[in-house]
């Protein structure tokens, strides 16, 4: 079965240096999502791209995050000057559709340690 | 606020039936759906029910939809040491936004 791919699976880093998620969604699949989970609470939605573009965002994706699809495969979240709050596990998603009825296929994460 | 809330732990003897619960705030949400994550693994759908349903039945999954109380649970027939997972109700809000419960660590005893 098709599914999303995320590297690395751990990534540790200092406060204030970049970090850059990478995902590979299912091929055929125009949506991609970012959500995370600190540790002990839910998960929570970043954002949405579809067509080059964001579609929607929280409030946690402020101007220290941003998504990108360089390429025809990869899906990234880069997170611009790390802050310990950012310490997480972050999902990639992605789905064929927009709509509601659409299945949400989920990576298995990437967890960040902000020390 | 808007709030999925579930509660944390579950214990249950393999071969039994288990419940996970979960109650959510938005009454406009058209579906629900109920995840699992295993270890080392991402979120695996595993079912969802339309919000004019009151139940879904799929294999030895079941989904009861209290819309006035606003109350989801998913119940597994027969629960198996591979059903031992955190298991994940959410919300369909906005276009393509799912909010999350916190989850519920289900553990199969054998």
């Known amino acids: 079965e098709p599914e999303v791919t995320q590297t690395p699976s751990h990534q540790v880093t200092q406060m204030g240096q970049e970090v850059i998620l990478r995902c590979v969604p299912i091929?055929?699949?125009?949506?991609f999502y970012w959500y995370r989970q600190i540790l002990g609470q839910k998960v929570e939605f970043l954002v949405s791209?579809?067509?080059?573009?964001?579609?929607?965002k929280s409030e946690i994706f402020d101007d220290q995050f941003s998504v990108e699809r360089p390429d025809g495969s990869n899906f990234t979240l880069k997170i611009r000057s790390t802050k310990l709050e950012d310490s997480a596990m972050y999902f990639c998603?992605?789905?064929?559709?927009?709509?509601?009825?659409?299945?949400?296929?989920f990576g298995s994460g990437t967890q960040l340690s902000v020390l | 606020g808007e709030d999925v809330e579930q509660s944390l732990f579950l214990s249950v003897r393999e071969g039994d039936s288990s419940v996970i619960n979960c109650t959510y705030t938005?009454?406009?949400?058209?579906?629900l759906y109920w995840y699992k994550q295993e270890p080392g693994a991402g979120l695996q759908l595993l079912t969802y029910i339309f919000s004019n349903m009151d139940m879904k039945q799929d294999q030895r999954l079941t989904v009861l939809l209290n819309k006035k109380d606003k109350h989801l649970s998913l119940r597994i027939a027969d629960t198996q040491t591979g059903d031992s997972a955190i298991y994940f109700c959410?919300?369909?809000?906005?276009?393509?936004?799912?909010?999350f419960g916190k989850g519920n660590q289900v553990v199969v005893i054998p």
């Open positions: 998603a992605s789905s064929e559709g927009g709509g509601p009825n659409e299945k949400l296929f």
């Open positions: 791209f579809y067509n080059n573009e964001i579609s929607e």
């Open positions: 938005d009454s406009s949400s058209t579906y």
């Open positions: 091929s055929n699949h125009l949506y």
């Open positions: 959410a919300e369909r809000r906005g276009n393509n936004r799912l909010a």
